[in-house]
Structure formats: structure tokens, C-alpha cells
């Protein structure tokens, strides 16, 4: 179905009562692509000071904050006047979840990233973090053995470990500054009591965007294993330089039989401070009953009224506002890789496929991660990611985020140059 077709038939069903006239119209008509009078401005420096940002709680002493995972641009104009508009309606009453939500991630799903999702495979759930260790206390047991491909998001592994489960590692190899699943040494590590690997897709923080094939090898290998992949797909709608996100449970008749899907628009349209946009996806009904159920029996199945207006306003207009977006972050890791490129020997920066996250390789610097975390978070002024916060193979790397206006990123890389000009 055509886009503009969609929009209309989502209107019809329902869509224009969480989404007013006033903004459905502008929905309709299409936002300006940049470059031809757009209303959005990445360049503007946001004033976050008395907004409860835990980013810029780390941002004094004239320190930039550029570490954890959500962006200094405002959120897109058609999503914030959506939630305006929806709020002057007066009452924030219980709300039931209309077809028009499960409409419009379908149809993002299927334009987006080209995976045909059916409505009953779709389910809304409170956060992805949230959600995954639900899908531990649903699919697992104490002792149970879960995999996790590090380096790679650190939640996955702490919450694995508080709810007296045994993580084991999967580690990435990187060969010729690229990073890659270790698929043999997979088949090594899978056991009898071995019921979850967690994949990062896109991989958080070195940046990947998995293949089909390198997914459909994965999903052969766990289905034989008996393995579940729970799949973190939250950074799926920012893949950077025109390259396409390919969903775990649409990579093979393999992985739709053991995936489990979470994904939300928090990271692409910088809703990450709004719970409960998050949502998920089961093809196969055994593992979906299941996991339905035990949201539903501990009361997570329900996403608020200003997280549905978001999440449709998001799913269902033209995306101008975010291809401009993703092209504005291309331009920003380009200038990145060629600045620190031209500068001091001992940074590598590992141009990421997705998202606004650089992974930066500070081994030739042989500092102590201590040391090394000194050097950016006091005597650069630039607070980043410890790399060894994200398990097997981070010893000796930061996590950069770029997510900012390009004069933030020059000044942070300015930073960065003289101190490491000064050892």
C-alpha cells in the first residue's frame, strides 16, 4: 500500500482521534525535505539545563556531555506538535490501544525495513531493556546460560547476572577495523543449558549493521541448539551512508521461528525519556502466548496515551525529518573519522553503519582505561562510555556520542586532539 494511501486508510480507522485534525492534515501534506525551507535545524544548540537530563548532569565545569545514547536535536515537529495538541485535549484519562497503533508499525516495519509483520505477532511492552528481562524471567531459569556478543550493550549482560543467571561470551572479532560475529566459536559455547543469546541489532556500541546472511547463519546454528535470540533492534531506523536495517525475524524461516523482536521509535525520533514506546514482535504463537502472557499477568501491556500519540505520529507521516537526520549524522562521522584521522597518532575511530554512536579505539594511546578515562572525561573536558563497560574487548576504547550539533562534535574533537597532543 502506497503511503499516502495508508495515511488516509489510518485516518479512517481511527488514527484522527490521537492524532487531531490540526496534525493529521500536516501528516497528510508532508513535512519540507531539507534543503527546501525545513523547519528542523540540527545545528541549533539546545538549551538542556533544567530539564532533568541525566546526560547533562555530567555536563559541568564547561565539561560536554557525550556519552549516553540520546540526542542534543529537537524531536521531530511533527511528533512534538502531535503530543502538544493531544495534551490540550485537557484529560490524560486510561486509554485503550487502538488499531491505528498496531497500523502504523506495521506499515513502518514494511517500508522501513521491508519485513511484512502481521497484526498478532505485535505487541506494545514498557522498554526494551524491561522487556528483554521479562523475556529472561519467561524463556529461562536460575542458572540458566544466556550469550552475549561483546563488546556490546552492558544492560544485557547486568540484568542477565541480578536475576542469577549465567552469562557467557560470544566475543566480536574485528578483522581490518571491521567487526564480525565469531560463528564458530558460537557453535563452541552453545550447551544443554544454554536457552538465550541476545543479539545487538544494530550492534551497540561497535556500531554494525548485521548482513541477512550473517543473521540467517546465526538463526540456523541457535535453532539447532535449541536457543532462543531475543534481538534489540532500538537503533533500527538510523542506519547511516543509505544502508538498510535488516530485522533479525525476517532474515530467515529460522529466525521467525526463534525470534523475539524489541524495538521502539525512542532512539531515531529522540523520544527516550517517553516509557512505553517501546514494542515487540513474535512470529511463532508458542514463544508469543507466552510472553504476551506474562506482560499482561504483571501489568506491561499497556502503553500510555502520550507514548501512542508518539508513537503513530512517528510511525505514520512522510519521514523527512528523520532521512535529513541520518544524512546530517553521515556528515558528522565523516567530519569525525577525517579529524581524528589528520590528528595525533593513537585514536581510531570505527565508522559505525548505524546510528550516532562512535566507537573509538584508543589501544595506541597504552593508557591504563583509568588513565585513559581521565584523559577525555577531566583533562578533555569530553565525558564518553568507558569501553570496558561493555564487557570482552572494550579494554582500551570510548564510546563517543555524536548525537549533537556539528559544532559540539568539532569542539569535543578539538578537545580530544590536545590532550592527546599533550602526553
Known amino acids: ?24 492534515g500536516s501528516v497528510l501534506s508532508g513535512c519540507k525535505p531539507a534543503g527546501a525551507g525545513a523547519s528542523w535545524n540540527f545545528d541549533e544548540v539546545i538549551d538542556r539545563s ?27 515537529p511533527v511528533v512534538r506538535a502531535a503530543l502538544e495538541q493531544r495534551i490540550d485535549r485537557d484529560v490524560m484519562g486510561y486509554t485503550f490501544t487502538p488499531e491505528a497503533y498496531y497500523e502504523a508499525l506495521m506499515h513502518w516495519e514494511r517500508t522501513r525495513h521491508g519485513f511484512e509483520v502481521e497484526r498478532e505477532w505485535v505487541g506494545a ?6 522487556s528483554i528481562c521479562q523475556a529472561y524471567l519467561t524463556f529461562t531459569e536460575p542458572g540458566d546460560r544466556i550469550v552475549v556478543q561483546p563488546p556490546v550493550y552492558n544492560p544485557f549482560r547486568d540484568f542477565a547476572v541480578r536475576l542469577g ?3 557467557v561470551d560470544n566475543p566480536l572479532v ?25 543479539l545487538c541489532n544494530p550492534h551497540n556500541p561497535v556500531g554494525i549493521l548485521w548482513s541477512r546472511e550473517t543473521l540467517a547463519r546465526l538463526a540456523e546454528i541457535c535453532e539447532r541448539h535449541g536457543v532462543i535470540v531475543f534481538s534489540d533492534e532500538i537503533h533500527a531506523d ?15 524461516d529460522a529466525a521467525a521461528r526463534i525470534g523475539l523482536t524489541f524495538a521502539a521509535p525512542t ?17 511463532d504463537p508458542e514463544k508469543r502466548k507466552r510472553f504476551y502472557d506474562t506482560l499482561r499477568s504483571v501489568k506491561q501491556s499497556e502503553p500510555s496515551v502520550l507514548s501512542l500519540v508518539a508513537t503513530i505520529a512517528a510511525y505514520t507521516h512522510e519521514p523527512e525529518w528523520l532521512d535529513s537526520l541520518t544524512h546530517y549524522l553521515d556528515g558528522t562521522v565523516d567530519y569525525v573519522m577525517d579529524s581524528l584521522e589528520a590528528g595525533p597518532a593513537g585514536i581510531k575511530a570505527v565508522r559505525p553503519e548505524a ?11 597504552q593508557l591504563s582505561q583509568p588513565d585513559l578515562m581521565h584523559l577525555f572525561n577531566e583533562e578533555a573536558g569530553v565525558v564518553v562510555n568507558d569501553g570496558s563497560s561493555y564487557g570482552t574487548g572494550g579494554e582500551g576504547f570510548v564510546r563517543l556520542n555524536v548525537g549533537c550539533p556539528r559544532s559540539v562534535v568539532a569542539e569535543a574533537v578539538s578537545r580530544i586532539r590536545d590532550a592527546v597532543a599533550k602526553l
Open 1 to 24: 500500500m502506497k503511503r499516502r494511501a495508508f495515511l488516509k486508510s489510518a485516518a479512517a480507522a481511527g488514527a484522527a482521534s490521537l492524532l487531531p485534525a490540526g496534525v493529521l
Open 50 to 76: 533544567g530539564t532533568w537530563s541525566i546526560k547533562q548532569s555530567r555536563a559541568v565545569d564547561g565539561k560536554l556531555a557525550m556519552w549516553i545514547a540520546d540526542m542534543d536535536f529537537k524531536t521531530d
Open 125 to 130: 511492552c514498557p522498554g526494551v531493556i524491561g
Open 165 to 167: 543467571r549465567e552469562v
Open 174 to 198: 574485528c578483522r581490518d577495523g571491521r567487526y564480525e560475529m565469531d560463528l564458530e566459536g558460537l557453535e563452541r559455547v552453545l550447551d544443554a543449558r544454554t536457552k538465550v543469546l541476545v
Open 238 to 252: 538510523l542506519p547511516l551512508y543509505g544502508r538498510r536495517h535488516v530485522p533479525f525475524c525476517s532474515a530467515c
Open 267 to 283: 532512539k531515531s525520533f529522540n523520544l527516550a525519556g517517553l516509557t512505553g514506546t517501546a514494542y515487540c514482535i513474535i512470529p
Open 355 to 365: 546510528s550516532f554512536l562512535v566507537w573509538l579505539d584508543c589501544r595506541g594511546l
